[in-house]
């Protein structure tokens, strides 16, 4: 008797075994399938602040030059220990700089921006250390100094391995630069600083200023001395952007100010305008909230959707409430007409970011940066998006400023995506037809629609 009852528990627990394996095995298998899918995908990347080595400071390309131009510098600084400079890296060895930074770089090994920057390293060189090492650096430094040789030709390389159709280029360091290379980026009109200017008195735009004087040869306008000629010169500019390929507008004003914009009207524009430079601080905001006012209105008689920062800021020290994203709520109410794309999940009030997204039809969900910022957020996020929003407004972006990081920060997206999918699929919340048209639409599909790329 005994022995028949062991023999019937053994083959219980045997069944549970082979059972177990399977389910588990189904799982990866359903998650693994949607991540194939996705690598098939032409990935359109709504936002990029791509630079090319020419145009930085650096003496020299090794790993901690990489890491200082990624985000995961604000986490080895925010250790609290040293900061990590261009000074320090261009004047010193790899051995110096593990025994300056190699402590506080370890401390990091937990965050989201470790991981996704590790992630981009292993995708794009020859790493296969679970984490970065004295002598895994070592090796690696003479693989990125080789490749940086030639970065072009680099760059390249691993835009089209890791399937990017076009990159959205945001060069908020060089706003009015329209000549970009279009055979891997898109425009996006830097609005900032245009907004930032306003006032006779901060003009920049002098007649050395190419734009300027082709506004002044047009209209005949030689000086802005009125807000009419200011606002004649916003419509000047938006429309030069249009015309060199812009597809969009961009704020990322929460890095100086907050985002509330109060209603401000023309006359009171008017007058602050007319005793500017003489203002203070909250009569210059007032001139900024009018003129973000009017662009918006611009943004929507030329078609061009508005993306806009929410929420956390990158690298240490800023004031973090300026990015609250219902502080956008009276723009979304007042300008039903333009488009406006959130960024960065709002975090970390990414509930607040889905609301306004369900709340309003003019206002559409970008998961940009946030699965850098926080993976696990940005699951929980995408999760909260699809039970409240319609799907054909995400988007993804990478937000980087050198080619490993939006690797890695693409491979990142692609893993919240298929995470959070194969999860519905797996409690048959949703079927695998609509989880593939899903990422279609989040990685291009939106883009090409919202931005109109295919014009
Ligand atoms: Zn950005």
Redesign the pocket.
Known sequence: MKTIKSVVAKIIALLLIVLFTNCSAQKNDVYNSLMEFTNTIKVINT?E?QRTPSELEYSKYNFWTLLHKSYLVADVNSVGTKNLTVEIINKSSLDEMWNMFGEQLNYTANTSYYKHFLEGIKKCYNYNEPVFTKEGIELLSKQIAAKYQNYESWFDECFHKFNFETMFL?QYWAPHNFDIDKKHFTLIFQANKLIYDIGPGKLVYTEQNSDFNEFAKITGVEKINTLNDYLAFTDFMIQRAKQNGAVGIKN?MAYGRSLDYENVSRDRAKELFNKSPEINKAEEKELQDFLLHYILDKAAENNLPVQI?TGYLAGNGNQLENGKPTKLNNLFLLHPNTKFDIFHGGFPWTGEFVALGKMFPNVYLNLVWLPQISKQRAIVTFDEMLDCVPYNKFFWGG?CHLIEEAVGSLEFGKQVVCEVLAKRIENEQMNDETARKIIRAVFSENAIKLYQLDE
């Open positions: 936002h602040h945001d990322s920062h937000d």
